[in-house]
């Protein structure tokens, strides 16, 4: 199983940018998927992009498509999640997770592996 640690949040004004960044212990298969996911206070956790670790495809959430995006180094074993024109409704953990069939399946359940997460917070 994939080991996942992320960072790089923080407090943050509207407008800024963030770069959270996602590192895997050991190799990630060329069969993973890598997502990241958002929880805010007293919602569900959410998937918010997922990048195929072969290609480099990634699916991005229409909500947040002209501001989020994400990208990969295989060498590294990391995952980057760009957050930029930051919003209060951004507030949230955000979490990286790892899983073999989700771009086969689209099931999030397919997400076997998690990170602890790394909190957003965002001031108005």
């Known amino acids: 199983q994939v080991q996942l640690v992320e960072s790089g949040g923080g407090l943050v004004q509207a407008g800024d940018s963030l770069r959270l960044s996602c590192a895997a212990s050991g190799r990630i298969p060329s069969t993973f998927t890598m997502g990241w996911f958002r929880q805010a206070p007293g919602k569900e956790r959410v998937l918010v992009t997922a990048?195929?670790?072969?290609?480099?495809?990634?699916y991005i959430i229409d909500s947040v498509k002209d501001r989020f995006t994400a990208f990969r180094d295989i060498g590294a074993n990391i995952v980057w999640l760009q957050v930029n024109n930051l919003k209060p409704e951004d507030t949230a953990v955000y979490y990286c997770a790892a899983g073999e069939l989700w771009w086969s399946t689209r099931s999030n359940r397919d997400f076997t592996s998690w990170g602890q997460g790394t909190q957003v917070v965002v001031s108005s």
């Open positions: 990048t195929d670790w072969s290609t480099g495809n990634t």
